[in-house]
C-alpha cells in the first residue's frame, strides 16, 4: 500500500501546478481533481470498514476536503489516508471480514489491500493520461492486485497491460475489449465450527509449493492432497480458466482460527450439472466430524445455484473414513471399479 501512495504522490506531486479540474481523468468521466480527490475517499473508506468492523453496510461517513485545498494538499490527503488504510490491514487479524459488495459482501484484510493498491494504481494512471504524464506502476503490485482480486483473468506477458485491459483501460493482443468489469474478492462460507476461505491465485500458487497460503495450520498440514489441489487451482488460472467459487476452500477452525485441512471442487459443473468435490484433513483434525460438516455446507452450497445438480465424490475402496464422511453428508454409493467407489448426492427433486 505506501508503495503504491509514494509512487502516486510523487509522480503527481510534479504536475500539482497544473488545473486539474479543467483536464479528464482519462477515460472516465471525472476531472483529474475529482479522481485524485475519489481516490482519498475509498482509501479511508476501506480503512473505516475494517476497523470499524462493518458487516452489512458501509460505515456511514464521508469525506470533505477543506475550501481552496490546492492539488498538494489533496496529495497530502492521499498520502495520509493510504497510510491509515495500511496501518489498518497491519493491525486487523486475518480471520475479519468486513462488508463490501463485489462479489459476496465481504472482504478480509488481503482484498482491501488489494482494492486499495488498485484504486490508487487504476486512477492514478487516469490522472496521468489526462495530464500527459507518463506513468508504469512497479509490476509487484499490479501482480499483487491481479492474484487476488482478478481470479478469473488470465495472466499476460506483463502484469500492468493485463490490469489496464481488465478494467477497460487498455487493449491486449488477442483478447476482446472488456467492457465491463468487477474485482473478485474470495468467497467463504460458513459452518457451526468452521469458516470455508475461498483460495485466491495467490495464496494457491504459495500452497501448491511450500507455503501455508498465509493461514496459520495445525501441526502437520498442509498436507499434499492440499498442495496437490491448490496446484489445480493456479494451473486453471494460468489456462484462464479458473472460477473462484469453484475451487479450494480452506477449512478454518473458528475457535483458534487454525487451518485444519482443504476441500474443493475439481473444476465448474458440467453441462450435466455434474461438479466432483475432493479434500483432505489434517491428522490432528480427523476423528472430530469437520470433514462432514465442512462437506455438508460445501455441497449444499453447490446446490443452491443453478448450474449444479449434482455433487460426485470418488474414493478409495479401503479408505474407510472418507467413506463415512460420504455418508454422513448425505451422498450415496452409485459406482465401482476394482479401485474407486463412487458417490452422489443429487439436488432435492420438488414434490
Known amino acids: 500500500m505506501e508503495q503504491a501512495v509514494d509512487e502516486c504522490v510523487g509522480l503527481l506531486g510534479a504536475v500539482t501546478d497544473r488545473d486539474w479540474e479543467r483536464v479528464r481523468a482519462g477515460r472516465s468521466d471525472w476531472d483529474c481533481r475529482e479522481t485524485a480527490v475519489h481516490i482519498a475517499e475509498n482509501l479511508i473508506a476501506y480503512a473505516g470498514q475494517l476497523a470499524g468492523r462493518e458487516h452489512d453496510r ?37 480471520d475479519v471480514r468486513a462488508f463490501h459488495p463485489y462479489p459476496f459482501r465481504s472482504a478480509n484484510r488481503e482484498g482491501f489491500a488489494a482494492m486499495g493498491v488498485a484504486e490508487v494504481l487504476l486512477h492514478t494512471h487516469d490522472i496521468a493520461e489526462g495530464l500527459g504524464v507518463s506513468y508504469e506502476p512497479a509490476p509487484e503490485l499490479c501482480d499483487f492486485v491481479l492474484t487476488r482480486i482478478f481470479p478469473y ?12 485491459w481488465a478494467t477497460g483501460r487498455g487493449e491486449l493482443a488477442g483478447r476482446a475489449p472488456v ?5 473478485n474478492n474470495n468467497a467463504v462460507i460458513d459452518t457451526e465450527r468452521l469458516t470455508l476461505e475461498g483460495v485466491t491465485p495467490a495464496a494457491a500458487a504459495d500452497l501448491s509449493t511450500v507455503g501455508d497460503g498465509g493461514f496459520e495450520w495445525i501441526e502437520g498440514g498442509p498436507m499434499e492432497g492440499t498442495r496437490v489441489g491448490t496446484g489445480l487451482v493456479y494451473k486453471q488460472y494460468e489456462d484462464g480458466v479458473h472460477r473462484p467459487e469453484w475451487g479450494t476452500y480452506v477449512l478454518v477452525r473458528r475457535e483458534d482460527g487454525r487451518a485444519i485441512g482443504a476441500m474443493g471442487f ?19 483434525a480427523r476423528g472430530h466430524g469437520y470433514a462432514t460438516e465442512a462437506l455438508r455446507a460445501l455441497s449444499q452450497w453447490a446446490l ?7 455433487v460426485v465424490a470418488n474414493v478409495e475402496r479401503d479408505n474407510l473414513p472418507s467413506q463415512n464422511v460420504l455418508a454422513r453428508a448425505g451422498f450415496t454409493q452409485v459406482a465401482e471399479d ?14
Open 58 to 94: 458501509w460505515s456511514p461517513f464521508l469525506l470533505s476536503m477543506e475550501e481552496d485545498t490546492g492539488n498538494a494538499d489533496v496529495l497530502r490527503v492521499i498520502g495520509t489516508t493510504g497510510a491509515l488504510l495500511a496501518a489498518t490491514i497491519r493491525t486487523t487479524p486475518r
Open 153 to 164: 483473468v488470465q495472466p499476460g506477458p506483463t502484469p500492468w497491460p493485463t490490469l489496464l
Open 179 to 183: 467492457t465491463q468489469w468487477r474485482w
Open 266 to 284: 475439481h473444476s465448474v459443473p458440467d453441462e450435466e450439472g455434474r461438479v466432483e468435490v475432493g479434500y483432505d484433513l489434517v491428522e490432528g
Open 304 to 310: 443452491g445455484r443453478p448450474e449444479a445438480r449434482t
Open 338 to 351: 476394482p479401485e474407486q467407489l463412487a458417490y452422489e448426492l443429487r439436488e432435492p427433486r420438488e414434490g
